[in-house]
Nanobody
Framework: QVQLVESGGGLVQAGGSLRLSCAAS?????AAWFRQPPGKEHEFVAA????????YYADSVKGRFTISRDNAKNTMYLQMNSLKPEDTAVYYC???????????????????WGQGTQVTVSS
């Protein structure tokens, strides 16, 4: 069983930055960030392989967000720069056991989820 705990959300003005963290218990897993904007379905944001060597971003965040991980600390990060009001959402980290270089981008491919952290970007 894996427990994921997100932190780092908050209120920021458009153009600002936030860094989200996701601390995991147990083993190292393939991991990702998803978000759920108000009134909408969950959407994929970014994923990183267990080794950290493979990374994939949604087009909407490419060039603005950076996903990374520190396996020694069992923690994943999402650095969000140049934030826009449309980035407002609850952000969730997710994990699934996979081969070291595997990437997963589908919501239903993930087995473990954090509780979510709110990110609000004001215009």
């Amino acid at each position: 069983q894996v427990q994921l705990v997100e932190s780092g959300g908050g209120l920021v003005q458009a153009g600002g930055s936030l860094r989200l963290s996701c601390a995991a218990s147990g083993r190292t897993y393939t991991a990702a960030w998803f978000r759920q904007p108000p009134g909408k379905e969950h959407e994929f944001v970014a994923a990183i392989s267990r080794s950290g060597g493979n990374i994939y971003y949604a087009d909407s965040v490419k060039g603005r967000f950076t996903i990374s991980r520190d396996n020694a600390k069992n923690t994943m990060y999402l650095q969000m720069n140049s934030l826009k009001p449309e980035d407002t959402a609850v952000y969730y980290c997710a994990a699934v056991q996979s081969p070291a270089s595997a990437i997963r981008t589908g919501f239903y491919e993930y087995d473990y989820w954090g509780q979510g952290t709110q990110v609000t970007v004001s215009s």
